[in-house]
Nanobody, 117 residues
Framework: QEQLVEFGGGLVQAEGSLRLSCEAS????????MAWYRQAPGKSRELVAR???????TYADSVKGRFTISRVNAASSIYLQMNRVTPEDTGVYYC???????????WGQGTLVTVAS
């Protein structure tokens, strides 16, 4: 069964840090590009960061220089280090896997991040 499980959400003060984790199972992790998306209250889901199997990463302009995405293939896991967070970073963060060839996507259930001002 394909599954992505996120960990690490919670309440953090503005200018603080938080680290999210996502563990994958039931997929061939090395064949998937992995990403973090988020959905703020009343807004559409947006891409935060993506990392390919070769380690190359892209970021939304709003998080560049503050967030870092990483992956450990041996652990079938990705991470999102969030630094200098702002209230605008508040939302549900979702882990996403996209197969490099079939483009099939798997989503996690999401983890809530709340940044207090």
């Amino acid at each position: 069964q394909e599954q992505l499980v996120e960990f690490g959400g919670g309440l953090v003060q503005a200018e603080g840090s938080l680290r999210l984790s996502c563990e994958a199972s039931g997929i061939i992790f090395s064949l998937n590009d992995m990403a973090w998306y988020r959905q703020a209250p009343g807004k559409s889901r947006e891409l935060v960061a993506r990392i390919n199997n070769d380690g190359s990463a892209t970021y939304a302009d709003s998080v560049k220089g503050r967030f870092t995405i990483s992956r450990v293939n041996a652990a079938s896991s990705i991470y999102l280090q969030m630094n200098r967070v702002t209230p605008e970073d508040t939302g549900v963060y979702y882990c996403n896997a996209r197969h490099r060839f079939t483009k099939r996507e798997v989503w996690g259930q999401g983890t809530l991040v709340t940044v207090a001002s």
